[in-house]
């Protein structure tokens, strides 16, 4: 693409984390992964509300909302920011908080893009060392029976549970265990800040389906968090997509298992449905951008990372998955699951934010940017 009108901002010499354990806060660079906040949180039994793949940037995530593998105990990440410094677009380095900039504070904190370069954030930090979590893999024959159950056990969990079940299709590599190699899996991921016997009972319906390929949920330290959903670390080409359900039930189960189960020749590498509420639907003090807190599910499909289908087969193959579960879905997303397969619904907009918060958003973004510096497009506002 033409990179002539295009502002480059390289933030590695930004990479900072200062933690104040008295405070349980943060300050975080915005060059700085959520791995280089977990590694400088744990010596002092201090966690941080990073996401599934902590190998990724803390600004960027913040900026969407960030729903992580604790998230129904705690919510959004960005619902915990203190404080964010942001170079706008007259040049000014300009904090936003409480009680500075708060249409700013407001609007950085779920509103993802368009206000001007973060350079720095503060956020709490949780009295939180260990964790039961991990993950239950079961082979493609049991995957009707875990996704049905995982649809009924999922209705009534308390805060405490985050999970999330992933049709998996795993290529053949030697990283991979052997059980899992080169298979199709499904998994059933498991966050539960809690007592190990809490957690156990609450599993039991999910262990008495099948017996799983393996069996990796028990108490972990916090810092290994990113173990929970084992998401690949090197770059790789993608084509993702991801929309909000209201419902997911039984029938919800067996329309996905139909296009996107073990029977079906697809080339997708991962859907998976999150469970989301709790905390996620409870807003916050003071007040965000962060849309899609009403939503009860998340479905995020990840295309194989097959160069050549990219841009042709596997836009279509997510869009049929989509629209089979048009009947769950609900007419809003979240913007940091919101990709490039992505595609509107004809005659019916699909928004990241509510009417009211995406009017919002336009204004603040006007105030700090009259001149259109940071423009940023509006797939994620209004298709």
Same mark, same amino acid.
């Given at each position: 693409?033409?990179?002539?009108?295009?502002?480059?901002?390289?933030?590695?010499?930004?990479?900072?984390?200062?933690?104040?354990?008295?405070?349980?806060?943060?300050?975080?660079?915005?060059?700085?992964?959520?791995?280089?906040?977990?590694?400088?949180?744990?010596?002092?039994?201090?966690?941080?509300?990073?996401?599934?793949?902590?190998?990724?940037?803390?600004?960027?995530?913040?900026?969407?909302?960030?729903?992580?593998?604790?998230?129904?105990?705690?919510?959004?990440?960005?619902?915990?920011?203190?404080?964010?410094?942001?170079?706008?677009?007259?040049?000014?380095?300009?904090?936003?908080?409480?009680?500075?900039?708060?249409?700013?504070?407001?609007?950085?904190?779920?509103?993802?893009?368009?206000?001007?370069?973060?350079?720095?954030?503060?956020?709490?930090?949780?009295?939180?060392?260990?964790?039961?979590?991990?993950?239950?893999?079961? !082979? =493609?024959? %049991? /995957?009707? +029976?875990? #996704?049905?159950?995982?649809? &009924?056990?999922?209705?009534? $969990?308390? @805060?405490?549970?985050?999970?999330?079940?992933?049709?998996?299709?795993?290529?053949?590599?030697?990283?991979?265990?052997?059980?899992?190699?080169?298979?199709?899996?499904?998994?059933?991921?498991?966050?539960?800040?809690? !007592? =190990?016997? %809490? /957690?156990? +009972?609450? #599993?039991?319906?999910?262990? &008495?389906?099948?017996?799983? $390929?393996? @069996?990796?949920?028990?108490?972990?330290?916090?810092?290994?968090?990113?173990?929970?959903?084992?998401?690949?670390?090197?770059?790789?080409?993608?084509?993702?997509?991801?929309?909000?359900?209201?419902?997911?039930?039984? !029938? =919800?189960? %067996? /329309?996905?298992?139909?296009?996107?189960?073990?029977?079906?020749?697809?080339?997708?590498?991962?859907?998976?449905?999150?469970?989301?509420?709790?905390?996620?639907?409870?807003?916050?003090?003071?007040?965000?951008?962060?849309?899609?807190?009403?939503?009860?599910?998340?479905?995020?499909?990840?295309?194989?990372?097959?160069?050549?289908?990219?841009?042709?087969?596997?836009?279509?193959?997510?869009?049929?998955?989509?629209?089979?579960?048009?009947?769950?879905?609900?007419?809003?997303?979240?913007?940091?699951?919101?990709?490039?397969?992505?595609?509107?619904?004809?005659?019916?907009?699909?928004?990241?934010?509510?009417?009211?918060?995406?009017?919002?958003?336009?204004?603040?973004?006007?105030?700090?940017?009259?001149?259109?510096?940071?423009?940023?497009?509006?797939?994620?506002?209004?298709?």
């Amino acid at each position: 693409p033409d990179a002539a009108e295009t502002l480059l901002a390289a933030a590695d010499g930004l990479a900072f984390v200062e933690v104040d354990s008295a405070a349980r806060t943060a300050r975080v660079g915005a060059g700085a992964t959520w791995t280089d906040v977990l590694d400088a949180a744990a010596p002092h039994g201090l966690a941080a509300l990073c996401g599934s793949a902590p190998h990724v940037g803390v600004v960027g995530y913040l900026l969407g909302g960030g729903i992580g593998p604790v998230a129904r105990t705690f919510g959004f990440a960005a619902d915990h920011v203190r404080c964010i410094n942001v170079v706008t677009a007259d040049g000014g380095l300009v904090r936003a908080d409480a009680e500075f900039n708060q249409d700013l504070f407001w609007a950085l904190r779920g509103g993802k893009g368009g206000f001007g370069v973060v350079v720095e954030v503060e956020i709490d930090l949780f009295p939180l060392s260990t964790l039961y979590g991990g993950a239950l893999y079961y !082979a =493609a024959e %049991d /995957a009707a +029976a875990v #996704l049905r159950t995982f649809a &009924e056990w999922s209705h009534n $969990l308390p @805060d405490e549970m985050t999970t999330s079940v992933a049709m998996l299709r795993l290529p053949p590599l030697p990283e991979l265990p052997e059980p899992l190699r080169g298979r199709f899996v499904c998994a059933v991921r498991i966050g539960y800040v809690g !007592a =190990a016997d %809490d /957690a156990e +009972a609450l #599993l039991a319906p999910l262990r &008495e389906v099948a017996r799983p $390929l393996i @069996d990796a949920v028990g108490m972990m330290p916090y810092q290994e968090i990113g173990r929970i959903h084992a998401d690949p670390v090197d770059p790789m080409p993608v084509m993702e997509g991801g929309i909000l359900l209201h419902s997911f039930t039984a !029938a =919800a189960a %067996d /329309a996905l298992l139909a296009v996107a189960g073990p029977n079906a020749d697809v080339p997708l590498a991962a859907v998976e449905v999150r469970l989301l509420g709790g905390a996620l639907a409870r807003t916050p003090e003071p007040d965000n951008a962060v849309g899609g807190r009403g939503a009860a599910y998340s479905l995020h499909v990840v295309g194989a990372p097959v160069p050549e289908l990219l841009h042709t087969v596997i836009p279509e193959v997510i869009d049929t998955l989509f629209t089979t579960m048009g009947g769950w879905r609900s007419l809003s997303t979240q913007i940091n699951f919101f990709g490039r397969a992505n595609r509107p619904i004809p005659g019916t907009p699909v928004t990241s934010w509510a009417p009211d918060v995406a009017a919002r958003l336009r204004e603040v973004r006007r105030k700090h940017d009259p001149a259109g510096r940071f423009p940023y497009p509006l797939h994620g506002e209004a298709i």
